[in-house]
């Protein structure tokens, strides 16, 4: 048998749905297979482009799709300085793509590749938003009752409910006010309603989005044990992650941390020190599949469950990766999981389907999704300034969102 050689690589910009999506499609020297991985870092999606096209495309035509691991770690270290969104997004592209590429050559789903399922399918949480407790309440009951057992409920998303109450000082820069102090009597005071309104097997998850100074992290959590959360989630900024010690030695709510990671180094204490419980990586930001599975192992050992990322700014094909992983990865946890649109599911045939509360993957070889690609290009990503990213403090201080 022949060996395959890459013989080119695609970068395939499309916004199917709000926000930029990055794919990469990698071609090789049989006509009838290729493989698809996603890069989507959708607030910069025009550096991951360049990385690609400029930097990464030259470096893999001629090579072995066979030869993941080494694509993997010479793609790394090729620029010599490592790691960084734009580059593992870059190379997460290529990586997802290789696998998808192996699936194909021996007629297996992705999974199968790794050592085989673990279950059938990937339970999954869906996100219950509202402006009050009682809103917030209607729409977990509703999904409770389509079967979704996992439920992240929110009072006014991240930004929260009280910013429009006292204006900024004359002379802020303008920006999306915020007043994370209202998160410590609005949060608890959801959750107590929330267990007493829902059924007793819901399981409540809560999104801080490293928006509290961290000693009212510390109080948050412990405030909130008492009502049994799945996980609370960023409960500090990367940048903070010294305080999780701190809060794990004063109480038990489960911590799941790690969407905004971007270098190994960043998980290894709290995953050693066992100072979460979930690990959030969006598998993108971290270098595609080949580092998740490395991750998902090592936090096996440690008693650390999986809960990759999963809103709408990781593309169909991501999705399609993050579920062939719940589904083999042992210490799987939850996977987040955001609709999808008509439009989406005709642009990415293929796409995993949720049934009352579990995605499943399908049973085609490799990671089981396409794209129409003429229906892509129809829809142009939108080049502007990304605004949600501007949040500052009542008294105008830039802080993170
Ligand atoms: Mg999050």
New binding site residues.
């Given amino acids: 048998m022949n060996k395959l050689t890459i013989t080119d690589v695609k970068t395939i910009l499309t916004q199917p749905k709000g926000l930029p999506l990055v794919i990469v499609k990698v071609l090789t020297s049989d006509p009838a297979i290729h493989g698809l991985g996603c890069a989507t870092f959708s607030w910069r999606y025009r550096a991951v482009e360049a990385c690609i096209e400029k930097h990464v495309k030259p470096f893999m035509i001629g090579r072995d799709p066979a030869s993941i691991e080494d694509i993997w770690q010479s793609s790394m270290v090729n620029g010599y300085w490592r790691n960084g969104p734009v580059l593992n997004n870059a190379v997460s592209g290529i990586d997802m793509a290789l696998w998808d590429i192996k699936g194909k050559m021996l007629g297996v789903p992705c999974y199968e590749l790794w050592g085989g399922m673990s279950r059938p399918a990937a339970a999954v949480y869906v996100h219950a938003d509202g402006k009050d407790k009682h809103e917030v309440a209607d729409r977990a009951r509703a999904y409770y009752e389509q079967g979704f057992r996992h439920i992240r409920c929110q009072v006014g998303g991240y930004r929260g409910v009280s910013w429009e109450k006292n204006g900024p000082p004359p002379g802020a820069f303008p920006g999306q006010y915020c007043n994370p102090k209202e998160k410590l009597y609005l949060v608890p005071e959801l959750f107590a309603h929330l267990r007493e309104v829902l059924p007793t097997d819901a399981e409540l998850l809560y ?1 801080v ?1 490293e928006r509290l100074a961290p000693i009212d992290g510390v109080w948050l959590a412990k405030a909130l044990e008492p009502m049994r959360l799945y996980f609370l ?2 409960l500090f900024a990367p940048e903070d992650m010294g305080w999780f010690s701190t809060v794990r030695g004063q109480c038990a709510t489960a911590l799941a941390m790690g ?1 905004l990671f971007v270098h190994p180094g960043e998980s290894l204490s709290l995953i050693s020190q066992r100072l979460i419980d979930f690990i ?1 990586v969006h598998p993108s930001d971290v270098g595609g599949i080949t580092p998740c599975l490395k991750l998902g192992h090592l936090c096996d050992s440690f008693g650390v469950r999986t809960a990759f ?1 999963g809103p709408c700014d990781v593309s169909p094909v991501g999705m399609a990766a993050n579920v062939h992983m719940d589904v083999h990865l042992h210490n799987f946890g939850i996977q987040e999981w955001a609709f999808r649109s008509e439009l989406e599911e005709a642009m990415f045939p293929g796409l995993p389907q949720v049934r009352e509360g579990y995605a499943y993957p399908n049973e085609r070889p490799g990671l089981g999704i396409e794209i129409d690609e003429t229906l892509a290009a129809k829809y142009p990503c939108e080049d502007k300034v990304t605004e949600w990213t501007m949040a500052r403090l009542p008294d105008g201080t830039i802080t993170r969102p």
Avoid: F
């Fill in positions: 999104d989005h989630e960023d969407e959030r990322h």
